[in-house]
């Protein structure tokens, strides 16, 4: 069984910074994407960021030049961090793996997501 925990989420003033963290776990066999993905109330979840398991990255045009996605393989762990913050990126905050699990084929894992507020 493989999980997905983030961690990191909380409050933070516009133009401020939050890092996210997500480590998978479980029966895993081989790792190749990881992102991040976001709700905001009333709205789809959106794609922010990608990592591929040679760290190239991709983003949203929303958070380029504001966000870094990063991994460490040796721990299966995605990271993601925030910097100059807007209200507009208020949202649930969603972990996401393409994992290969020992007894199983490949799938799509989520995390449980965390909460990112950004208000004064």
């Known amino acids: 069984q493989v999980q997905l925990v983030e961690s990191g989420g909380g409050l933070v003033q516009p133009g401020g910074s939050l890092s996210l963290s997500c480590k998978a776990s479980?029966?895993?066999?081989?790792?190749?994407?990881m992102g991040w993905y976001r709700q905001a109330p009333g709205k789809e979840r959106e794609w922010v960021a990608t990592?591929?398991?040679?760290?190239?990255?991709n983003y949203a045009d929303s958070v380029k030049g504001r966000f870094t996605i990063s991994r460490d393989n040796s721990k299966n762990t995605v990271h993601l961090r925030m910097n100059t913050l807007k209200p507009e990126d208020t949202a649930v905050y969603y972990c996401?793996?393409?994992?290969?699990?020992?007894?199983?084929?490949?799938?799509?894992?989520w995390g449980q997501g965390t909460q990112v507020t950004v208000s004064s």
């Open positions: 990592v591929s398991s040679d760290n190239s990255a």
């Open positions: 996401n793996a393409y994992i290969r699990a020992w007894n199983s084929g490949p799938d799509t894992y």
């Open positions: 479980g029966n895993i066999f081989s790792i190749s994407t």
